[in-house]
């Protein structure tokens, strides 16, 4: 019922800029803590960085300085602004968001997945 579909994923040179965007939908009542993680190939998924309802933010050390993490609560959206970008860079990019769900009897927050966007960093 909640569907998170990420985009902007893509190939960059080494150094240049890429914006991931991932647009939550279905039946959301709010939006508390949204994630984006990295999986690069032949390594275990990693946090990448997260952002609260209250616009806390928290960055992976390799990432500090290069991405900034934001959220747009009126289109239950969260970006990914990508500077500097590396080759090790390279990997499918997943976002992630605790989203509060209304059910007939209550309030539910479950965690869901978005099906990742593929960033290629290469000359």
């Known amino acids: 019922q909640v569907q998170l579909v990420e985009s902007g994923g893509g190939l960059v040179q080494p150094g240049g800029s890429l914006r991931l965007s991932c647009a939550a939908s279905?039946?959301?009542?709010?939006?508390?803590?949204m994630r984006w993680y990295r999986q690069a190939p032949g390594k275990e998924r990693e946090l990448v960085a997260r952002?609260?309802?209250?616009?806390?933010?928290d960055y992976a050390d390799s990432v500090k300085g290069r991405f900034t993490i934001s959220r747009d609560n009126d289109k239950n959206t969260v970006y990914l602004q990508m500077n500097s970008l590396k080759p090790e860079y390279t990997a499918v990019y997943y976002c992630?968001?605790?989203?509060?769900?209304?059910?007939?009897?209550?309030?539910?927050?479950?965690?869901?997945w978005g099906q990742g966007t593929l960033v290629t960093v290469s000359a």
């Open positions: 279905g039946s959301i009542a709010s939006i508390n803590r």
């Open positions: 992630n968001a605790d989203v509060l769900t209304r059910t007939p009897y209550r309030y539910l927050e479950l965690e869901h």
């Open positions: 952002i609260t309802s209250s616009n806390k933010l």
